[in-house]
């Protein structure tokens, strides 16, 4: 099992440009989830899934869409990107199951804005 | 507002001693505790966690309590090793909370010298 994957590991962007990251998990979660990490500021959630086809705003969503067609797909797209939006994003699944909190992380994807 | 708070951003210790992380949250729905590690250029991984009906709970080397009256948990590694050298987040969540979402704190950089 792979676990997590994101992809790109890696981007840089342009102000004003768009981009999608991809979010792929093989565990047949339920819930799936977009954070962003930044210094000093932990991590916030962006947008989460309760399952394909929803989605939810998080702590952070400005600037932000996603989309859940696939339940082991979960994409976050920025559509004209700002360089408050340089960051380290974190996907993440889990279960839906009564109790259950664990969630389980990809490697992320650095982000650079200019 | 920052629900879940780690107060110091980092912590040195010697190989071998006990290393102490403390978590202070404001909701008081918060029932549920986890503590996650990451390494640079990776994930977060899950690590320990706790329900609000315990006090203590043991893995290893590694014990989670929890003062809910103080609204405070601590993390303590006992012996500390230098593989344990990473970030240590602290996250929270509440039963009712949709999609089983996480908050997370800032974050402490443990570094375990050898």
């Known amino acids: 099992n792979a676990g997590v994957t994101q992809t790109p590991k890696f981007r840089v962007l342009k102000t004003g440009q768009s981009m999608t990251l991809l979010c792929a998990q093989d565990m047949n979660h339920e819930y799936m989830y977009w954070y962003r990490q930044d210094p000093g500021m932990g991590l916030r959630l962006i947008h989460y899934?309760?399952?394909?086809?929803?989605?939810a705003k998080g702590e952070v969503p400005d600037g932000y869409n996603v989309s859940r067609l696939k339940k082991q797909n979960f994409l976050l797209g920025l559509e004209s990107a700002a360089p408050s939006q340089t960051s380290v994003y974190f996907c993440?699944?889990?279960?839906?199951?009564?109790?259950?909190?664990?969630?389980?992380f990809g490697p992320g994807t650095r982000l650079t804005v200019t | 507002d920052q629900q879940v708070k780690q107060n110091s951003p980092s912590l040195s210790v010697q190989e071998g001693r006990i290393s102490i992380l403390n978590c202070d949250y404001t909701n008081s729905m918060f029932d549920y505790f986890l503590w996650y590690k990451k390494y640079p250029a990776e994930g977060p991984t899950f690590l320990i966690s706790?329900?609000?009906?315990?006090d203590k709970n043991e893995d290893g080397r590694f014990t989670v309590f929890l003062n809910k009256s103080a609204k405070h948990l601590s993390l303590h590694i006992v012996p500390s090793q230098p593989g344990d050298s990473a970030v240590y987040f602290c996250a929270a969540s509440a039963r009712e909370t949709s999609g089983s979402r996480l908050t997370f704190g800032e974050g402490t950089q443990l570094t375990v010298n050898p």
């Open positions: 706790i329900s609000s009906i315990k």
């Open positions: 899934s309760v399952g394909e086809g929803t989605t």
């Open positions: 993440a699944s889990s279960y839906k199951r009564e109790g259950t909190y664990e969630q389980y």
